[in-house]
């Protein structure tokens, strides 16, 4: 029984995820929300160049 109440709860964890990515604006994955250095949050849609990683990952 445990099983089956692990797997119906994922599915809703997965469910709820996906719901919020759709709100943020995103279609599919990867998608990255991040910190601006402005305090705002802001969004990635899709895979980011080395470069723009560089950008996203630099410290504050």
């Known amino acids: ?13 997965r469910s ?5 990515m759709q709100e943020l ?4 994955t990867p998608a990255i929300v991040f910190k ?3 305090g705002t949050v ?3 849609p899709g895979l ?3 470069a723009q990683m560089e950008v996203l990952l630099r410290p504050k």
């Open 1 to 13: 029984m445990d099983y089956f109440t692990s797997q119906i709860d994922a599915e809703s964890d």
């Open 36 to 38: 601006s250095a402005h």
């Open 42 to 44: 802001d969004t990635f």
């Open 16 to 20: 709820q995820v996906m719901s919020d």
């Open 25 to 28: 604006g995103f279609g599919g």
């Open 48 to 50: 980011p160049s080395d």
